[in-house]
């Protein structure tokens, strides 16, 4: 039992930055990884950043190629948060952001969903 609540979203300016935080409760072992993933309109979901939680290789993070070098992910101290931070934001980052934990991560693909978020709107305007 894990449960994901994400905040953060909103409308910004090309350019510009944004954090999103996933508060997670319930942890359990069965989770070997988190990440986040987005869903513009018409769209299929696209993962764009994990981390490795589980025994091995825990705080590994992979990101897609669509945001590599842009967005950061990242976790508090007490892993009780998990955050990504935007930065260049560009009009196609336009989607809902969802927050996950997984069974199972090989790189940026989750496998084994154990949890969703409801997710958090991210707009950028041109």
């Known amino acids: 039992q894990v449960q994901l609540v994400e905040s953060g979203g909103g409308s910004v300016q090309a350019g510009g930055s944004l954090r999103l935080s996933c508060a997670a409760s319930?942890?359990?072992?069965?989770?070997?990884?988190m990440g986040w993933s987005r869903q513009a309109p018409g769209k299929e979901r696209e993962v764009v950043a994990t981390?490795?939680?589980?025994?091995?290789?825990?705080?590994?993070?992979y990101y897609a190629d669509s945001v590599k070098g842009r967005f950061t992910l990242y976790r508090d101290s007490a892993n009780k948060t998990l955050y990504l931070h935007m930065n260049s934001l560009k009009s196609e980052d336009t989607a809902m952001y969802y927050c996950?934990?997984?069974?199972?991560?090989?790189?940026?693909?989750?496998?084994?969903?154990?949890?969703w978020g409801q997710g958090t709107q991210v707009t950028v305007s041109s």
């Open positions: 319930g942890y359990t072992n069965s989770i070997s990884c």
């Open positions: 996950a934990a997984a069974q199972y991560c090989s790189g940026i693909v989750m496998a084994n969903y154990e949890s």
């Open positions: 981390i490795y939680t589980g025994p091995t290789a825990t705080g590994r993070t």
